[in-house]
């Protein structure tokens, strides 16, 4: 065993308290007396120091010398003790301790420095208070659900983390008179937010801001100038459901209702959607769907599931020309498109041999059509009714070439086909 290391024996004589008792001393108060006849202090007691400091202390035992001397006193932190030579005695009664680059500290409440006598009772203990000044909190956005309340939330700083117990304040006001007022409701949507659930005013804008503070000093937001009626939103819309359009294998019916506070307050809205493929993570989003509460998602691939969400921006409140804020998204509603019934490539299907005049601009004229459905009328207000026809005449085109593709023979003797449009669309 090496010289001047205590056998087991001696060290679990010495070994502190748990941890929870001296996390109370930073809590409620470092003692000034030991647990034993021996009065102690620790100066300086409670410091508050910024990282990367150092700390010059002293233990300082007061009393009958003789039963605790310096020599046989020993520092903790957060119940480690500390390596010896970062100590040394000043007199009979005092023992110094140097620490250099301090840390931050390692709970909010301050790490507990503790001086202890040779059998390990607590003499005196402290609380050191290591960290960082708060930064301006920025990013302020808030928004409101009914006009009567006020929800708002914030970004602490740069970088956050100031390592000690940091207060953040909402204050709020109306812009040209009135008092300042302390937002009370704190972490209703997250670690950094707070509500204001009444007494707001309508057409008079409000100022707002956050203070922080802690025990190395303060800041504060930039203030933000908004009027409630221009950040309303509204809860997602309920009830969405995806389904097949009859037969069509490339599209997809979406219906929803309406959030009731649209009916409470009577806003308009616009909605948006958005949907991707099962296995994939990227979304793509349908922005023309003006104020409608249903749309045709088209040019889907066959056979495929599809995973669909709305949400919805509220607008036109009180006659106010600045839109709301959009709704969280929906829950997820899936559904697949009908499988293709047609021929993959090299299935043989039966092609005009040179073709009449009017095959050729025909079948352009169709391709035509169905591209620029697909391109601009996704949740146009144009019918769809000529559209579902027209590819309903063409799927069943298909399926009658395939069967007489299967019988080896094709519409006309000479092999070519004629394209036209069916008898009522």
Request: with cysteine; hydrophobic share 30%; charged share 20%.
């Amino acid at each position: 065993m090496p010289a001047g290391r205590p056998g087991p024996a001696a060290q679990s004589a010495r070994r502190p308290p748990p941890p929870l008792p001296l996390l109370l001393l930073c809590v409620l108060g470092a003692p000034r007396a030991g647990s034993g006849a021996h009065t102690a202090v620790i100066s300086p007691q409670d410091p508050t120091l910024l990282i990367g400091s150092s700390l010059q202390a002293t233990c300082s035992v007061h009393g009958d010398p003789s039963g605790a001397t310096a020599e046989g006193l020993y520092w903790t932190l957060n119940g480690r003790r500390l390596a010896p030579e970062l100590s040394r005695v000043l007199n009979a009664s005092t023992l110094a301790l140097a620490l250099a680059n301090l840390n931050g500290s390692r709970q909010q409440s301050g790490d507990n420095l503790v001086c202890h006598a040779r059998d390990g009772s607590i003499l005196a203990g402290s609380c050191l208070y290591v960290g960082l000044p708060p930064e301006k909190p920025f990013n302020i956005s808030c928004w409101s659900k009914n006009m009567k309340d006020l929800t708002c939330r914030w970004t602490p700083g740069a970088h956050g983390e100031t390592f000690l117990h940091t207060n953040y304040s909402l204050k709020y006001k109306l812009r040209w008179y009135g008092q300042d007022n302390t937002c009370e409701e704190y972490h209703t949507v997250g670690p950094h937010s707070c509500h204001i659930p009444k007494d707001l005013a309508l057409f008079t804008p409000y100022e707002i801001w956050v203070e922080a503070t802690n025990r190395l000093g303060s800041a504060r937001s930039d203030v933000l100038t908004l009027d409630i009626l221009d950040v309303v939103t509204t809860d997602p819309p309920p009830d969405v459901h995806v389904s097949r359009v009859g037969g069509l294998e490339d599209q997809l019916s979406v219906r929803w209702v309406s959030p009731p506070a649209l009916k409470d307050f009577l806003f308009q809205a616009k909605y948006q959607i958005r949907y991707r493929v099962e296995d994939s993570v990227d979304w793509k989003v349908v922005d023309d769907v003006s104020n409608q509460t249903s749309c045709r998602l088209a040019g889907l691939k066959p056979g495929t599931v599809y995973f669909v969400q709305v949400r919805c921006n509220p607008f036109g409140i009180y006659g106010s020309k600045k839109a709301g804020i959009w709704s969280e998204w929906s829950h997820p509603t899936a559904a697949s498109t009908p499988r293709s019934e047609r021929p993959g490539p090299g299935g043989g299907a039966c092609e005009p041999r040179g073709g009449e005049p009017s095959s050729g601009p025909v079948r352009r004229e169709l391709k035509q059509f169905l591209g620029w459905l697909k391109k601009h009328a996704y949740c146009s207000n144009l019918s769809f009714r000529l559209y579902d026809q027209w590819r309903a005449w063409m799927q069943k085109s298909h399926k009658t070439r395939n069967q007489h593709r299967t019988r080896g023979s094709c519409p006309r003797a000479d092999g070519a086909r004629r394209e036209v449009l069916p008898d009522k669309l």
